[in-house]
């Protein structure tokens, strides 16, 4: 259980009490409900797109009516019309009332509400955006980029809004004030809350503040200021900046401490954003990904995608297991995290001269050359509690043999270092089996190390009378990168075997940016560290990253589509190596995101929202199904098929699935390319691994004309493969002309056991 950030991670400390609190919710809501159906929260969207805002109401509240008895009813339970961008409401419904609202002829379709979690400086350097790249002001300034987060610190020096103009004169969106908000300013042009289940949460203010941390630390990377000297505690030091310091940002608050992140909240926000009119967004947001047509995140992108607005989206944090990987959509930008050449690592010196080096931050001086030490599992509490002090958890050590001590412990549950310190404990050196490749804070003198490493620090306990540590401050090292995360989620997509997903890395592993004084740096009882900056790991940060370099292509081309904008961050990314990184394209998608070269991408693989309908038919999606996403009643999917090739989407990067058997499998894949650059040639190239046979036709391009298109068939053949285990292979097509390299990544891959 690594802590990295998808949204509101924090919160996986306390996993287990939530559980318990939601428990009790539901037997109390239960007591509550007993002889009255239980009700819930539902989203219904109608077939028609909305009419006016009024009479969008009306017949919401007309419909409702009809299976409530009475207006008066119908008025109490809907809780939010959705009329700006598509046709919808939410409402609290018994599910009789849901299947009823289902039959009627002008609804399209009906879905539960559920609940989505929360998953430098240095950084911008390390992909090459130095602080002296070559900009567009005048259109940057212009730029809006929107974020559905746990809201903003408009304290914060990276949201100050010198040298700016009034707000963009396309700006449709509002600010008020509200509870510990005074207000937005020339940086922060747009601020809201959504809150539609009507409770308060104790831990949180119904205002667009952020008391989390997550939604400043992403705001920040993608679109805050210069701010020079920024570290953590001299850590990291550096100016932190986004990635376009003069774009604008509108905040939409969705997650809130205790309750996460709900659908029929980050729809509104998402109605409210495509007609506010931001250029970017951006969802570091996950948890309940479902299909592509009944997540909110998807359904609501593709209305954004619909007014030219592009969505970019947390991978997640639920690797490396394979087919983890949520926000799958074809239409969204799905960023997987990728490490920098940084690592924030201690010194731990023996009594017996040895010394390891372990990871983690710990912003504490030792006062002494060398500390008594003792494992945890010597020094439980009583005899039952031997299991859990072996953990060191909470009330299973004995602090009368803790206290001047430092202590061993296998890695349980975060916040050992907590509980050692709270019973006067020195510090923590905790054992993990994880792989290790993000510094967690910790809030007394700690760090990690693996398992290996621990055990050799329990056999020198146990080797002598009175043995002795100490854990010096944490420092930074230089690794080599870039390298695919551990926890970055995996391919392949559960959502289909014709779209490879993730689709590019970007860093993600201790990120320094913008954070909140409203809460300690852990979060943990007894952290007394407070920082206006503090290090995030997680696909939460890699996210805006790569909005932020969406955004950074719009201010040089502002009238490119979202898929032309991804399909020049696709392209030009840097190739990751599948030496290092064994899951391949699964972990890093088309590579590390490549900012200067995306500017330029020479040649752009381009769409409209009709590619992806004729996508979602060639995927077995009914056409009832999903004509909420266009708003009309119904859409003829076999007006559409057959032959379109293999994946009936004009993607930047190609996946084939290989079938079991003794007979090769083969994909064909039609595909158009639009030149954004000057005339040229551009010539194919093919790598492809053995067993593997890939044809393109015609092998050479001619463009005579910006904006020409030209249409070209891939053939793959790949020979069964004798393995019985997972298999991923990885090829390419390259188009190269004199000044531009267009790559493709290809990946054929096989589940069999
Ligand atoms: C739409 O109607 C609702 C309810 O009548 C109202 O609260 C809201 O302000 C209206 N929105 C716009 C954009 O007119
Ligand atoms: C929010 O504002 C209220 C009223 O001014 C104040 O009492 C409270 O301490 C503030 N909370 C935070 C976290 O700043
Ligand atoms: C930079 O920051 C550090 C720690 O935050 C502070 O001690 C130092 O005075 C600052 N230096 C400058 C030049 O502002
Ligand atoms: C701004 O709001 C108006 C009125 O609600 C709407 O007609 C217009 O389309 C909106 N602009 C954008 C960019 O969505
Ligand atoms: C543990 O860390 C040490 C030192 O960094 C390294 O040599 C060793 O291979 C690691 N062991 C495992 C199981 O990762
Ligand atoms: C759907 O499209 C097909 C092919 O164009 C056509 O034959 C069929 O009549 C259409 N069905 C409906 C219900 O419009
Ligand atoms: C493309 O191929 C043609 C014919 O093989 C060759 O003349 C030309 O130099 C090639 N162009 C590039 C950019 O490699």
């Known amino acids: 259980m690594a802590k990295v950030r ?4 924090a919160l996986t400390y306390h996993h287990h009490h ?6 009790l919710i539901l037997i109390i809501l239960s007591i509550v ?3 009255e159906e239980t009700k819930n929260f539902y989203i219904v969207y109608l077939g028609d797109s909305p009419g006016s805002n009024d009479s969008a109401v009306q017949t919401h509240i007309g419909l409702l009516s009809s299976v409530k008895g009475s207006e008066h009813d119908a008025k109490e339970s809907i809780v939010y019309s959705y009329t700006k961008s598509f046709n919808a409401f939410a409402a609290k419904l018994s599910k009789d009332e849901a299947e009823m609202l289902k039959e009627l002829d002008e609804v399209a379709s009906v879905f ?3 609940y989505h979690k929360v998953h430098t400086t240095k950084s911008w350097d390390f992909i090459g955006l130095p602080l002296t790249a070559r900009r567009n002001l005048k259109l940057e300034r212009n730029i809006i980029v929107g974020l559905l987060d746990t809201g903003i610190t408009p304290q914060s020096e990276s949201f100050k809004d010198d040298g700016l103009g009034p707000p963009p004169s396309k700006w449709n969106g509002t600010c008020g004030h509200f509870a510990n908000f005074s207000g937005c300013n020339r940086k922060i042009i747009g601020a809201k809350y959504f809150k539609l289940d009507g409770n308060p949460d104790p831990d949180d203010i119904l205002s667009p503040i952020d008391v989390d941390g997550h939604g400043t630390h992403t705001s920040s990377t993608l679109a805050g200021n210069l701010v020079r000297n920024a570290s953590l505690y001299g850590l990291a030091k550096g100016t932190a900046r986004g990635a376009v310091p003069s774009a604008r940002i509108a905040v939409y608050k969705v997650c809130w401490v205790s309750s996460g992140c709900a659908d029929m909240d980050i729809l509104a926000a998402l109605d409210d954003a495509t007609s506010d009119g931001v250029d970017v967004l951006s969802i570091s947001i996950g948890g309940a990904t479902q299909d592509y047509v009944t997540d909110s995140i998807s359904v609501g992108a593709f209305h954004a995608l619909k007014k030219g607005i592009i969505t970019l989206v947390s991978a997640g944090n639920e690797g490396p297991n394979l087919g983890s990987v949520s926000n799958h959509s074809p239409w ?12 924030f690592r201690s010194i731990v010196k023996l009594g017996n001269g040895e010394s390891f080096s372990g990871i983690g931050i710990d912003t504490f001086k030792p006062k002494e050359n060398f500390y008594p030490i003792v494992s945890g599992a010597d020094v439980a509490m009583n005899s039952e509690s031997k299991e859990n002090a072996k953990f060191c958890y909470d009330n299973s050590l004995d602090p009368g043999k803790v206290k001047g001590r430092l202590v061993y412990c296998r890695l349980g549950q975060w916040g050992a270092d907590s509980v050692v310190k709270g019973i006067g404990g020195i510090g923590t050196i905790v054992g993990s089996e994880q ?15 693996n398992v290996t490493l621990g055990e ?12 002795s540590a100490v854990i010096y401050r944490s420092q930074e090292v230089k690794v080599s990168a870039p390298f695919a995360a551990s926890f970055s989620s995996r391919g392949p997509n559960p959502g289909s075997q014709h779209l490879l997903k993730p689709d590019i890395a970007a860093p993600g592993v201790d990120i320094l940016a913008a954070y909140t004084l409203l809460k300690s740096l852990t979060g943990q009882k007894g952290d007394t560290q407070y920082s206006k900056f503090t290090l995030m790991s997680g696909t939460s940060m890699a996210c805006p990253h790569a909005a932020g370099v969406a955004a950074y292509v719009k201010s040089f081309h502002p009238t490119w589509s979202p898929a032309a904008i991804k399909s020049a961050i696709m392209t030009t990314a840097k190739p990751m190596s599948r030496r290092v990184n064994k899951d391949a394209e699964f972990a890093y998608g088309a590579g590390q995101l490549n900012p200067a070269r995306a500017l330029n991408p020479g040649l752009v693989y381009d769409m409209d929202e009709m590619s992806y309908i004729q996508f979602l038919c060639h995927e077995g999606y009914s056409g009832s199904s999903i004509a909420h996403l266009v708003g009309t009643k119904s859409i003829n999917c076999s007006s559409f098929l057959p032959g379109f090739g293999y994946d009936a989407l004009n993607y930047p990067s190609m996946q084939l699935n290989m079938e079991n058997g003794q007979q090769p499998t083969v994909g064909v894949f039609r595909r158009r390319v639009t030149n954004v650059g000057p005339p040229s040639v551009y010539n194919a190239t093919i790598k492809a691994p053995k067993g593997v046979q890939i044809t393109v036709k015609p092998t050479s391009l001619f463009f005579t004309r910006h904006l020409q298109k030209r249409s070209f068939k891939v053939v793959v053949k790949a020979k069964p493969v004798a393995s019985t285990t997972f298999t991923v292979l990885s090829a390419s097509l390259v188009w190269k002309s004199t000044r531009h390299i267009v790559r493709s990544p290809i990946v054929i891959y096989s589940l069999q056991d």
């Open 6 to 9: 998808f949204l509101c991670s």
């Open 18 to 23: 939530h559980h318990l609190l939601l428990l």
């Open 33 to 35: 409900a007993s002889g």
């Open 112 to 114: 539960p509400n559920r």
């Open 332 to 343: 969204l930008l799905t960023v997987a995290a990728s490490g920098i050449d940084r690592q």
């Open 435 to 449: 792989f290790l490749d993000t510094a967690q804070i910790f809030m007394a003198p700690a760090t990690m190390v």
């Open 456 to 467: 050799t620090i329990e056999k020198y306990i146990h080797s002598t009378r009175s043995p």
